[in-house]
């Protein structure tokens, strides 16, 4: 089955820089990719995703990019703000209406 | 649109209770609901699939007789913890996407202990 790792666990900077988050999957199947911000207490809240068919999305100062051939995507969050810090996931997906396997998770921190 | 309501958000019962977990679709039909259980600083691990009208499929490792789902419309998926634990104390997550075609959409979870 799919598999998907997410580096780093943890990520600090400081308020105005950039974060980068890289996730892997294993299977070749998987063609959707989201990302989900979680705060403490709630549910994840998809903040922008990407199907294989597509490089790179972009959302004001989010972005996803997806390497198909090497089987990994990235989120990058520019201007950080203290309001992004929280627990960012990544997952995949291998066929549409299927479960999502999450990577274990990224606290991001941003300090002021 | 396509807001996805738990209830309830929060339970606390005495261990050998059972307790039930509802999953909405509020402006949405679902005819696939997703339930999730989320430790403490982990990430989020499928516990089942909960189809309308036919039997749940559940994850290698759970246990179908203890987590007990019900999908009778396609609206409402219902998680049931029969005989909890306090190994069952967990967040439990559903998310369901509009006509099975992703993105999926999350509720805010389920927060359950067992004492």
């Known amino acids: 089955g799919e598999n998907v790792e997410q580096h780093p666990s943890t990520l600090s900077v400081q308020e105005g820089d950039s974060a980068v988050i890289k996730c892997t999957y294993s299977?070749?199947?998987?063609?959707?990719f989201p990302w989900y911000k979680q705060e403490l207490g709630k549910g994840p809240q998809l903040i922008i995703d990407?199907?294989?068919?597509?490089g790179e999305k972009k959302d004001q100062r989010i972005a996803v990019t997806l390497n198909k051939t090497a089987k990994h995507f990235s989120l990058h969050i520019t201007e950080t703000q203290p309001e992004d810090s929280a627990v960012y996931f990544c997952?995949?997906?291998?066929?549409?209406?299927?479960?999502?396997?999450f990577g274990k998770g990224t606290t991001l921190s941003v300090s002021s | 649109g396509a807001v996805v309501s738990q209830h309830p958000s929060w339970v606390i019962c005495k261990s050998g209770t059972s307790v039930k977990i509802e999953c909405r679709s509020l402006?949405?039909?679902?005819?696939?609901m997703f339930w999730y259980r989320q430790f403490p600083k982990q990430s989020l691990m499928l516990m089942a699939t909960?189809?309308?009208?036919?039997?749940?499929?559940?994850e290698q490792g759970v246990e179908k007789d203890k987590f007990l789902i019900n999908h009778a419309s396609l609206t409402l998926s219902t998680l049931t913890v029969t005989s909890a634990h306090p190994e069952d104390s967990s967040f439990y997550i559903c998310?369901?996407?509009?006509?099975?075609?992703?993105?999926?959409?999350f509720g805010d979870g389920t927060r359950l202990s067992i004492l």
């Open positions: 909960s189809n309308e009208g036919s039997k749940a499929t559940y």
């Open positions: 998310s369901a996407s509009v006509q099975g075609v992703q993105p999926q959409h």
């Open positions: 997952a995949a997906s291998s066929q549409a209406g299927t479960a999502l396997i």
């Open positions: 402006d949405f039909q679902a005819t696939t």
């Open positions: 299977d070749s199947a998987s063609n959707y």
């Open positions: 990407i199907r294989s068919n597509v």
